[in-house]
């Protein structure tokens, strides 16, 4: 199945020393292809990149998400497949903007922001690229509390300088880490958490902060790792060895108390006609014209679903059926416990039209995140937000 078809409609502009680019209102989470014990295959991976890229109109970048760690062994797997896709297809580098997030500890990854393993983690980003992607925009995956935020924008600039990359992100910060950064250095892009289940009000703090200061808000996990599509529902779902089974809102007694969510959502959604997938994604690109939602995707059906959905783009009846026809055959000539049937799996829950929510369905969607709060923090609960670095 080709893509020729579809052209993407909505899209984003960067901020700071970004501003000319613009990239589709949907990126592309790499993630989960690696950081997990079974990685996705090659030829999977490289199909649902490439699904998204032959979406783009002209002169539109899409925005690929990866990191320095997100790989079980070794850590640098995710960077690693994106050298194999980018050696293997180079026509597509041009139509990629790569966002990549370091400044982990070299054995660990509890933040280091010192000038040595802020180097150490940018060049071992593009040794692992092996010249096959230009590196394109650099954050550090938390904002750690040892060194003011001042000093890492300066040691990011100097890395810039020299050509290591060309543009600088920040991730899990808060808005007055935001503001104080954007001071010495423009910043690119912003990366938080932004669903249904994760909106805090330091959530809307930071994306009106991003919005004053004209720049895009990158959401992860607006599915909420997969749950808010209604396709998980225990901890078993996930494979052994997968990083979600140790997060407090996975556990098995949350995962049931939090199933009321999902089941509320799925009344919103069947009142629209359409599935909970489908309104948490909508729900998140309406947090602003800046806001990019950022699903993760294996698959290529699932891809480009996503893009068509918060696109907006229109699409008939019968494309709809062919769609969930091809997610079907999938199903069944995968193996039970294959990505693909998961990803099929997911698939019957998103198939659809385009969605455009009015007033009434945005105070519907608000009403449910006021009535049942989510059980669990968003990592661990042990560890308590300082641990974690969240909003810093």
Avoid at 266 to 290: E, N
Wanted: aromatic share 8%; proline share 6%; with cysteine.
């Amino acid at each position: 199945m080709t893509t020729d078809a579809y052209t993407i409609q909505k899209t984003v502009r960067l901020g700071g020393t970004a501003k000319d680019i613009v990239v589709a209102k949907t990126g592309h989470g790499l993630m989960m292809m690696t950081w997990k014990p079974t990685p996705v295959p090659d030829e999977e991976a490289f199909a649902a990149m490439k699904a998204g890229m032959d979406a783009l109109p002209p002169s539109v970048k899409m925005m690929l998400n990866s990191a320095e760690f997100y790989g079980v062994n070794p850590r640098e797997a995710n960077l690693e497949l994106l050298a194999r896709f980018f050696e293997k297809y180079p026509e597509y580098a041009d139509k990629a903007f790569l966002s990549v997030k370091g400044g982990a500890g070299r054995e660990s990854l509890m933040p280091d922001s010192s000038p040595e393993n802020l180097r150490r983690s940018v060049d071992t980003i593009n040794e692992k690229l092996r010249g096959t992607k230009r590196m394109d925009l650099f954050e550090t995956a938390r904002i750690p509390p040892t060194n003011p935020i001042e000093a890492n924008m300066r040691v990011l600039k100097q890395l810039v300088d020299e050509g290591k990359f060309d543009h600088i992100g920040l991730s899990e910060c808060g808005a007055n880490t935001v503001r104080r950064a954007n001071a010495v250095v423009p910043i690119a892009a912003v990366e938080i958490e932004v669903s249904p289940w994760s909106y805090e009000q330091e959530t809307e703090n930071v994306i009106a902060t991003c919005k004053e200061l004209e720049i895009p808000v990158v959401a992860y996990s607006p599915l909420g790792r997969g749950f808010l599509t209604g396709a998980v529902t225990k901890p078993e779902d996930f494979e052994e060895g997968d990083f979600r089974r140790t997060l407090t809102r996975f556990k098995d007694e949350n995962m049931k108390a939090n199933a009321a969510l999902v089941a509320a959502l799925k009344q919103v959604a069947a009142a629209k006609g359409v599935t909970p997938a489908q309104l948490s994604l909508a729900w998140v690109a309406s947090r602003g014209p800046h806001v990019i939602p950022l699903p993760g995707s294996s698959c290529v059906l699932l891809l480009l679903l996503f893009l068509l959905r918060s696109s907006l783009l229109p699409f008939t009846r019968n494309l709809t059926l062919m769609l969930h026809a091809s997610c079907r055959l999938v199903f069944f000539l995968a193996d039970p416990d294959s990505d693909y049937r998961k990803a099929a799996r997911t698939l019957e829950n998103l198939r659809g039209g385009d969605l455009e929510m009015t007033p009434s369905e945005l105070a519907a969607v608000e009403d449910v995140r006021k009535m049942i709060p989510v059980q669990g923090g968003r990592y661990i609960d042990e560890w308590g937000e300082k641990a974690s670095m969240h909003w810093a």
